[in-house]
T-cell receptor, first 114, second 115 residues
Framework: DTEVTQTPKHLVMGMTNKKSLKCEQH?????MYWYKQKAKKPPELMFV???????INESVPSRFSPECPNSSLLNLHLHALQPEDSALYLC?????????????FGSGTQLSVL | GENVEQHPSTLSVQEGDSAVIKCTYS??????FPWYKQELGKGPQLIID?????GEKKDQRIAVTLNKTAKHFSLHITETQPEDSAVYFC??????????????FGQGTILTVHP
């Protein structure tokens, strides 16, 4: 299994809602990442987990809250988002500790904030 | 910080032709250069990568060349096929003060291969 699976594929939420994005990989990778991608732009790093510990937070607003329950799962909890947070949210994993090498990306969750 | 410039922003070729995408980077400490292909509705997929101690790498129809002195690297696709149509992103990773190195992406190239 060489896939990173993300659910849901699409999400529409209001600014007062609380929702969660989920990501799963079974490749034994110990580094997992959240990226945000706006239309026609490259991905932007949000968070990096290495061995289930948060190692990098790229100054992301606190309305985004990551969680890594175990080595295969990564969640992104969303609360009080703004319309400008609408984007494609990509999860990725890599074989080695937080090196950003050989990233395997999921297909993403397309988020719309109304 | 690192700055990666990618050209062209769009590229249109006929099936069977070659396609070349070029990137320049600013941080001479960058040591890892991947290329990602992103098809519509999908996440980026790593297609080839190269380290700073290697000048060229090839994988079937895809090759990457690196010129450290000039701080630029290029993606070469030969015998293009319609399924090569996608957005291609180059990236550069700096060595970082610890084991973490930040990955900086170029702005992307939309490649269209016409049958």
């Amino acid at each position: 299994d060489t896939e990173v699976t993300q659910t849901p594929k699409h999400l529409v939420m209001g600014m007062t809602n609380k929702k969660s994005l989920k990501c799963e990989q079974h490749m034994g990778h110990r580094a997992m990442y959240w990226y945000k991608q706006k239309a026609k732009k490259p991905p932007e790093l949000m968070f990096v987990y290495s061995y289930e510990k948060l190692s990098i937070n790229e100054s992301v607003p606190s309305r985004f809250s990551p969680e890594c329950p175990n080595s295969s799962l990564l969640n992104l909890h969303l609360h009080a988002l703004q319309p400008e947070d609408s984007a494609l949210y990509l999860c990725a994993s890599s074989p080695q500790y937080a090196t950003n090498e050989k990233l395997f990306f999921g297909s993403g969750t397309q988020l719309s904030v109304l | 910080g690192e700055n990666v410039e990618q050209h062209p922003s769009t590229l249109s070729v006929q099936e069977g032709d070659s396609a070349v995408i070029k990137c320049t980077y600013s941080d001479s400490a960058s040591n890892y250069f991947p290329w990602y292909k992103q098809e519509l509705g999908k996440g980026p997929q790593l297609i080839i990568d190269i380290r700073s101690n290697v000048g060229e790498k090839k994988d079937q129809r895809i090759a990457v060349t690196l010129n450290k002195t000039a701080k630029h690297f290029s993606l070469h696709i030969t015998e293009t096929q319609p399924e090569d149509s996608a957005v291609y992103f180059c990236a550069a990773r700096n060595a970082g003060g610890t084991s973490y190195g930040k990955l900086t992406f170029g702005q992307g190239t939309i490649l269209t291969v016409h049958p």
